[in-house]
């Protein structure tokens, strides 16, 4: 079973950074079937980036996605306002299992 | 566009069973695809709980096999979720996707519900 863990587990940061986050998973990913999600509260979590590096439909190109192996990287090249949530990152594993990191919160500094 | 709804008792008793139906509209459910659940206890982070194919096939997160039952009424177009001997640990806001498991978008949850909260308590 792999187990992802995600640093920082908060980054304070003002509209108009970079944000940069951190997603290290246990074992080795297989596939990229590594995946980004950013959750507010009382909404529905949004599908980012899948693949580790190919970004959904409708989401915008400051969001990016990178990285291989255990160290995957979700990249927010200027914040917006409506950015600042929770971001996890989640493992499609064999058997087959679902993991999710235990999140960082991007709050405003 | 896929849209997905919670619905469920918001309070559960310990030591009954909790359940949800997650109805989908915009896509018919008989069409493929594995739908899951997913939760989310206070000041936690996300849980995988489960997925269902419409075919019935199923595949549970090991530390809740025991307890945990899904179904699909594609009739309905709903799925299902029975989750049994609840304590409180079970207290969380419950959410249902849909997900992906072939392509380029393989192991993703690319629709969800907007989750429903569950307290378990007497």
């Known amino acids: 079973e792999i187990a992802l863990t995600q640093s920082p587990g908060t980054l304070s940061l003002s509209p108009g950074e970079r944000a940069t986050l951190s997603c290290r998973a246990s074992?080795?990913?297989?596939?990229?079937?590594l995946t980004w999600y950013q959750h507010k509260p009382g909404l529905a979590p949004r599908l980012l980036i899948y693949?580790?590096?190919k970004r959904a439909t409708g989401i915008p190109d400051r969001f990016s996605g990178s990285g291989s192996g255990t160290d995957f990287t979700l990249t927010i090249s200027r914040l917006e306002p409506e950015d600042f949530a929770v971001y996890y990152c989640?493992?499609?594993?064999?058997?087959?299992?679902?993991?999710f990191g235990q999140g960082t919160t991007v709050e405003i500094k | 566009q896929v849209q997905l709804q919670e619905s469920g008792p918001g309070l559960v008793k310990p030591s009954e069973t909790l359940s949800l139906t997650c109805t989908v509209s915009?896509?018919?459910?008989?069409?493929?695809?594995?739908w899951g659940w997913i939760r989310q206890a206070p000041g936690k982070g996300l849980d995988w709980i489960g997925s269902?194919?419409?075919?019935?096939?199923?595949h549970y997160n090991p530390s809740l096999k025991s307890r945990v039952t899904m179904s699909v009424d594609t009739s309905k177009n709903h799925f299902s979720l029975s989750l049994s001997s609840v304590t409180a640990a079970d207290t969380a806001f419950y959410y249902c996707?849909?997900?992906?498991?072939?392509?380029?978008?393989?192991?993703?949850?690319?629709?969800w519900g907007q989750g429903t909260m569950v307290s378990v308590s007497s």
């Open positions: 269902v194919h419409q075919s019935g096939i199923t």
């Open positions: 989640q493992h499609f594993g064999s058997s087959p299992r679902w993991t």
């Open positions: 074992q080795s990913i297989t596939n990229n079937y």
């Open positions: 915009g896509y018919s459910i008989s069409s493929g695809y594995y």
């Open positions: 996707a849909r997900v992906v498991t072939s392509g380029n978008l393989a192991g993703v949850f690319d629709f």
């Open positions: 693949g580790a590096s």
